[in-house]
């Protein structure tokens, strides 16, 4: 049981590049979120999404898309890079309220924008 | 969902119980207390959540005031290992689904002194 998955772990990106970061979850639930950590900050919500085929802002979605193709992938876009976005990525994922409420994270993605 | 209020930072001798408080004065009825903790730089782990009854698990016991509008989070016999940064959280659950936000703050660093 592999958990909560992202790919890739090390990203370095020129300035106006684009990248999609990749999260899988094997635990067939159905939210999912994509945070930014900076250096001395605690998690800021990007996007989430509570089911395929859906998503919704969080706190700064400025400067990313996402998209919930498949339950299982919830995907982070960065159109057009910028040293401001140079952060660490989690990805968590979490059941309903029906009965658990606790959220899996992956290990995160460094990108450093240049 | 509510906001929370915690310190900025705590330290802890090795061995000794750590207490992690948490302030959430606007907390409402459906409303849990959820902790979690990250560690360096991995990912945020689940530690914790309750209502208002105390709960214990094999990682902690969680303690909400009578009137729910604090709580305390406590690790019996602090290891170095506990070193990290505590979150403490407030999320709605309800029959229908809950938040589906998941917010976290800037959390409380515990330092485990040997």
């Known amino acids: 049981n592999a958990g909560v998955t992202q790919t890739p772990k090390f990203r370095v990106l020129k300035t106006g590049q684009s990248m999609t970061l990749l999260c899988a979850q094997d635990?067939?639930?159905?939210?999912m979120y994509w945070y930014r950590q900076d250096p001395g900050m605690g998690l800021r919500l990007i996007h989430y999404s509570v089911g395929e085929g859906t998503t919704a802002k969080g706190e700064v979605p400025d400067g990313y898309n996402v998209s919930r193709l498949k339950k299982q992938n919830f995907l982070l876009g960065l159109e057009s890079a910028a040293p401001s976005q140079t952060s660490v990525y989690f990805c968590a994922s979490s059941y309903t309220w029906t009965g658990y409420g606790e959220a899996f994270f992956g290990q995160g993605t460094r990108l450093t924008v240049v | 969902d509510a906001k929370t209020t915690q310190p900025t930072s705590m330290d802890c001798a090795e061995g000794r119980a750590a207490n992690l408080p948490c302030n959430h004065s606007t907390i409402s009825g459906n409303e849990y207390v959820y902790w979690y903790r990250q560690i360096h730089s991995q990912g945020p782990q689940y530690i914790i959540h309750?209502?208002?009854n105390n709960e214990t698990n094999e990682m902690a016991s969680l303690i909400i005031t009578e009137d729910r509008k604090s709580s305390t989070l406590i690790l019996p016999h602090a290891t170095l290992r506990d070193t990290a940064v505590y979150y403490c959280i407030v999320r709605a659950k309800t029959t229908q689904g809950g938040s589906e936000k998941l917010v976290f703050g800037k959390g409380m660093k515990l330092t485990v002194n040997p």
């Open positions: 635990m067939n639930h159905e939210y």
């Open positions: 309750g209502l208002k």
